[in-house]
């Protein structure tokens, strides 16, 4: 399989960044790469050092959850010192879910959407999600994309599932995608700074949530219409009790619309 292996040296070669991924650091396997950036960032390493795994053994999603982490996939952290209030933070989520809907689509060709704030979703199947994790120091941006597993590793995982190799009936270059998206974290992150607006639409227009009716969860359930993303990254949402700002949550289509 052409670039199955992951490797920094063919990362390198592709990588077309000032910044992102130029400190790179490429692992078989390990616990989380959330936690090896963050002990990178700890002994101080630049915004945009990386870690990439081939399997992670306790990768993580939010609230605690399993994220399942086999080889094949694209694990990858990167180290974040972002200039935003704590009330912005959600726009990480929204830089990192564009810039890996933009290298899925570059790279094998398929539409993913997200589904606010981190899932990204092939054919309403979850194939990649994102986990920022927060400090006053740093952030450590985490993203995992389902990119050569199999069938029956997708079974596993379970129904609401997929990956790249599953839609597309081929596997894509390991190596290329981690460059290309590495390229596109540091481009859609320079834009919280410089283009946010126009960053914003952009993932506006790949939200599959906007204009749907909408459960939110993880606190007091509602059910409500989404109706937009606002400058921090917050969804709105119009409720029975009127309009809502939703920074942190989960949010589930209703599949009667
Ligand atoms: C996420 O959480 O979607 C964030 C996933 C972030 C993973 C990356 S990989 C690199 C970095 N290192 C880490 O340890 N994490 C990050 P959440 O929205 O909480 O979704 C978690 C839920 O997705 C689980 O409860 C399962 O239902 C489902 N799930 C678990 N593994 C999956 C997979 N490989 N593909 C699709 N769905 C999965």
């Not at 950036?37 to 795994?53: C, F, N, T, Y």
């Amino acid at each position: 399989m052409v670039g199955s292996v992951l490797s920094a040296e063919s990362i390198s070669v592709s990588l077309r960044t000032e910044q992102f991924g130029r400190v790179l650091h490429v692992y078989g396997t390990v616990s989380s790469t959330n936690d090896l950036a963050k002990q990178l960032a700890d002994a101080g390493a630049a915004e945009g050092a990386a870690v990439i795994a081939e399997e992670q053994i306790a990768g993580r999603g939010r609230a605690g959850r399993v994220w399942i982490s086999p080889p094949g996939g694209l694990w990858l952290s990167t180290v974040l010192r972002p200039a935003l209030t704590v009330d912005e933070w959600p726009l990480l989520s929204i830089a990192l879910a564009l810039a890996a809907s933009i290298s899925i689509e570059t790279v094998a060709g398929l539409q993913a959407g997200v589904k606010w704030p981190n899932d990204l979703m092939v054919r309403n199947r979850k194939v990649g999600g994102i986990l920022v994790e927060a400090t006053p120091a740093y952030a450590i941006g985490g993203i995992g994309i389902n990119a050569n597993l199999t069938d029956s590793r997708i079974r596993e995982i379970g129904e609401s599932a997929t990956s790249l190799q599953a839609e597309i009936g081929n596997t894509v270059d390991l190596n290329r995608l981690a460059a290309t998206l590495l390229a596109g974290i540091e481009e859609q992150y320079r834009r919280l700074g410089s283009d946010r607006n126009a960053m914003l639409s952009e993932f506006r227009e790949r939200s599959m949530v906007l204009g749907r009716r909408i459960r939110i969860s993880g606190g007091a359930v509602s059910d409500g219409v989404a109706e937009g993303i606002d400058e921090s990254g917050a969804l709105i949402v119009r409720t029975e009790a009127g309009l809502q700002v939703l920074r942190v949550g989960e949010v589930s289509i209703r599949v009667a619309d």
